[in-house]
């Protein structure tokens, strides 16, 4: 079985700076492009940032200049650096993985519980 674990989330104020982290566990084969996607109260998931993985990130526009994806393929790990924080950036993060299993040979996407992080000054 795969998981998939954020961590790092919390409140900050604005301009402040925040890590979070995904580990991915589990039967894992391989990893392919893993993602950032943010959900704020009311409204529906979007994608943050994606990185593939050969390591090539792409970012919605609202937070280019801002935050970094990055990952650490011996680890499993996905990262989101986040900076220069706005109020706007309020939401559950939730981090998503394509992943093929051990068990099934298959691919599919996972996603994490979720981790919260609050700008407010």
């Known amino acids: 079985q795969v998981q998939l674990v954020e961590s790092g989330g919390g409140l900050v104020q604005p301009g402040g700076s925040l890590r979070l982290s995904c580990a991915a566990s589990?039967?894992?084969?391989?990893?392919?492009?893993m993602a950032w996607y943010c959900q704020a109260p009311g409204k529906q998931r979007e994608l943050v940032a994606r990185?593939?993985?050969?390591?090539?990130?792409y970012y919605t526009d609202s937070v280019k200049g801002r935050f970094t994806i990055s990952r650490d393929n011996t680890e499993k790990t996905v990262y989101l650096q986040m900076n220069y924080l706005k109020p706007e950036d309020t939401a559950v993060y939730y981090c998503?993985?394509?992943?093929?299993?051990w068990g099934t040979g298959m691919s599919q996407y996972y996603w994490g519980q979720g981790t919260q992080v609050a700008v407010s000054s």
């Open positions: 998503n993985g394509d992943i093929r299993s």
């Open positions: 589990g039967s894992i084969d391989s990893i392919g492009d």
């Open positions: 990185i593939t993985a050969g390591g090539s990130a």
